[in-house]
């Protein structure tokens, strides 16, 4: 019974890098090569501040994207909170996109994020195209260099893998 569960789970691991790898060459070639902490963006949990990414440089990030009312990025925000509650060798950031300040700020107090969030800045857009789909996922790192992304739902059982394999030793796992 384990083996067919370990089995299952390696499937459901390749399909999601499999789908991962077909959605990478959707997005622009400049997403592909950019340095994602050299953006500049506006804070969402403090007015009137904006942070220079650079900040995070020196630890894997992940960023998620969301939008307002999306349903699937509350979901995904919980999957994340649990995740940066229990390991501390890479870092989360929300991105609030295709929404003014006051409707992300009202989605971000449903969502509750354990870690920062800002709202998306014209030149981080141009770079990395127009965020249609959220959530959208992008894993930068230490240097900042853009990894891999992943779009949509995922699940824990999909995301921790995948961050073994992106994020050395995510989770302090080898």
């Known amino acids: 019974m384990q083996v067919f569960s370990m089995h299952s789970r390696v499937r459901q691991f390749r399909r999601a890098?499999?789908?991962g790898l077909c959605l990478l060459l959707a997005l622009p070639l400049t997403a592909a090569a950019a340095d994602l902490m050299q953006y500049e963006l506006r804070s969402l949990d403090r007015a009137g501040s904006e942070d220079a990414l650079d900040i995070y440089r020196g630890t894997?990030?992940?960023m998620i994207f969301f939008e307002p009312e999306c349903a699937w990025c509350l979901r995904q925000m919980r999957v994340l909170n649990k995740l940066v509650d229990e390991c501390e060798n890479f870092q989360a950031?929300?991105?609030g996109a295709n929404g003014t300040r006051s409707d992300l700020l009202s989605t971000l107090n449903r969502m509750r994020p354990d870690f920062p969030s800002y709202q998306i800045s014209r030149q981080l857009e141009a770079d990395i195209g127009k965020v249609e789909t959220t959530p959208l996922m992008l894993i930068a790192d230490d240097h900042g260099e853009f990894v891999t992304h992943m779009r949509g739902y995922?699940?824990?059982e999909i995301l921790v893998p995948a961050l073994q394999e992106f994020i050395p030793?995510?989770?302090g796992q080898p």
């Open 17 to 19: 890098v499999l789908a």
């Open 60 to 62: 894997p990030t992940l």
């Open 93 to 95: 950031l929300a991105i």
């Open 154 to 156: 995922q699940k824990e």
């Open 169 to 171: 030793g995510y989770c």
